[in-house]
Each structure stands twice: as structure tokens, then as C-alpha cells.
């Protein structure tokens, strides 16, 4: 079984959040895809079979558990099935939801766009927020006023929190086992902290401790949360954002995530992709 070794949303061809890619004539059997998953060791792998002409069977595993739902490993199995079946549009099944992802190259790099799950979004329970700033260390005063936290889906649940400096945003920090409890005790897939540099332009550091991963580089499935979020709270209109992570980690991510105005709508989730040399 050959697994692919992908960086997916790389920035200017450097960085990335590496994934791995399994494709198979049908799915191996959950353990045996966990055992993969944590021997690959990175934040997911996915693993796709084929069902008919352009449709594929998806699932995602991360060192520690399932999760429903990974944009960076669809970005990089885009870039596979770009290499193995050529460029065009694949339709992929999850566990809970159907999604798509179409891929294709650029001057040399794979590109890929998925189609997310459809998004909603919530305000932040008080006193979950408040567990949060004492795990992580921030409290009201470091929030930026104009958007509050709320618990975000776009596939995965997420709590996402709007920091009002970049250098808050630099100093966060938390203990994995108890972040693995809390949002393990919560169903939170990660908790999104982010910076609005401009209008349209975000950083973000995502914790990722329920996966036994203490910061994830690049977090698709949170960048379409955080795209419906932002339009449910009429912050932005339809168009595009694009949100820079990893920088803090010396991986640096680029993610492109455009929305309609439709509430609850899909977002598209774009980036590049490079090979990891083995």
C-alpha cells in the first residue's frame, strides 16, 4: 500500500501542512487505517477508494482518532488524483456529507479547491470561553471587539476565537493534555485563534491537542468555518479571505477560502500543493 507524502497549502513553494494519501481499491478496515495514520504521523492521512466514474469513498484518520472531516488532506489528496486520474473534479464521500474537490496544475505546483460541507455557525458559550482563555491563557481583553467568538462548522466543530493583535496571537501556548480533554469533553475539532491583519486578510493558529497534534500549520476545515462564520455575523459579504498560518511554527500556509452570500452555503477552500520528498 504506497501512501503519498503531500504538503498542501504551501506559500511560495516553501511550508505546507504535510498529510499523507492513501488510495486503495476499497477502504482498509478502521484499525487498519488508524495503525497507518499513526505510523504516518502527521495531523491526518486520508484514505480514498474509488466508487464509480469521478466519485470516491473518503475517510481521514489522524495519529490519534477519526475525524469527519480534514481540508488540508483533501487539498492534498486533490493534488493525488491530479498525479494518478488527471486534472478534473472528484466527487467524495464522507462519513457524514458529500463534498468535491476539483484539482488541476499551475506553471508546475498542483492546485486543488474543495467544496466544504455546508457551514453554520453559534456564539460561544460564556463558560466554554472562559475554560478556554484559562487553558490558553488569554482573557477579554485581548478579543477584538468587532468579532466575537463563536463555535464554528464547516465539517468540524470548532471554537474560534478573534484575538485584536498579532501579538497576542504569537504568544499562544497550552498544555496538549488538557487541551485534549477539553475539547475532547466539548467535540471541539480545534480552537481557532485568528488576527484580522486587514479586511480580508487573517492569521490564524489552530490547536489541534484532540489529535494528539499541538498546533495544526494549516486547517482547511476551519478556514471554511471561519468564512461562514464571518458572513453569519455580517462582517463579510460574499467574496474571498485569505488566511495565513504556520508562520509561528516556521511552516508557512496559505489559504484561500471564497462564500457567497447564502447562509449556510458551502465555501470553497483553495491552495497549493508540493510533493515531500521521501
Same mark, same amino acid.
Given at each position: ?52 466514474? &469521478?466519485? /470516491?469513498?473518503?475517510?481521514?484518520? #489522524? =495519529?490519534? %482518532? ?6 488540508? @488532506?483533501?487539498? *492534498? ?30 506553471? &508546475?505546483? /498542483?492546485?486543488?479547491?474543495?467544496? #466544504? =460541507?455546508? %457551514? ?6 460564556? @463558560?466554554?470561553? *472562559? ?148
Amino acid at each position: 500500500m504506497h501512501i503519498h507524502k503531500i504538503a498542501a497549502f504551501t506559500k511560495d513553494g516553501r511550508g505546507g501542512n504535510p498529510a499523507g494519501v492513501v488510495l486503495a481499491a476499497k477502504l482498509p478496515l478502521p484499525a487498519e487505517m488508524q495503525s497507518i495514520a499513526a505510523t504516518v504521523g502527521y495531523s491526518e492521512t486520508a484514505f480514498a477508494a474509488p466508487t464509480g466514474q &469521478g466519485s /470516491w469513498t473518503l475517510r481521514y484518520y #489522524s =495519529p490519534e %482518532t477519526e475525524v469527519p472531516f480534514c481540508g488540508h @488532506a483533501t487539498i *492534498a489528496l486533490g493534488a493525488v488524483l491530479c498525479e494518478t486520474h488527471g486534472p478534473g473534479r472528484y466527487r467524495l464521500s464522507l462519513a457524514n456529507a458529500d463534498i468535491e474537490v476539483e484539482s488541476g496544475m499551475q506553471e &508546475g505546483v /498542483w492546485w486543488s479547491a474543495l467544496r #466544504s =460541507p455546508p %457551514t453554520r455557525s453559534a456564539p460561544a458559550d460564556p @463558560a466554554l470561553l *472562559a475554560k478556554a482563555f484559562e487553558i490558553f491563557g488569554y482573557s477579554d481583553t485581548d478579543l477584538d471587539p468587532d468579532i466575537p467568538a463563536c463555535e464554528a462548522n464547516g465539517g468540524t466543530n470548532h471554537l474560534i476565537i478573534a484575538l485584536r493583535s498579532r501579538a497576542a496571537l504569537t504568544r499562544m501556548h497550552y498544555d496538549l493534555a488538557r487541551g485534549r480533554v477539553f475539547m475532547r469533553d466539548h467535540a471541539i475539532g480545534t480552537v481557532a485563534f485568528v488576527f484580522r491583519e486587514s479586511e480580508r486578510v487573517f492569521h490564524a493558529r489552530n490547536a489541534f491537542a484532540i489529535g494528539g497534534v499541538l498546533e495544526d500549520p494549516a486547517t482547511g476545515a476551519a478556514a471554511a468555518a471561519l468564512a461562514g462564520m464571518l458572513r453569519d455575523l455580517g462582517v463579510l459579504h460574499d467574496g474571498e479571505i485569505v488566511i495565513h498560518q504556520g508562520e509561528d511554527m516556521g511552516q508557512p500556509c496559505r489559504i484561500e477560502a471564497s462564500f457567497t452570500n447564502e447562509a449556510g452555503s458551502p465555501v470553497q477552500v483553495r491552495g497549493l500543493s508540493n510533493k515531500i520528498p521521501e
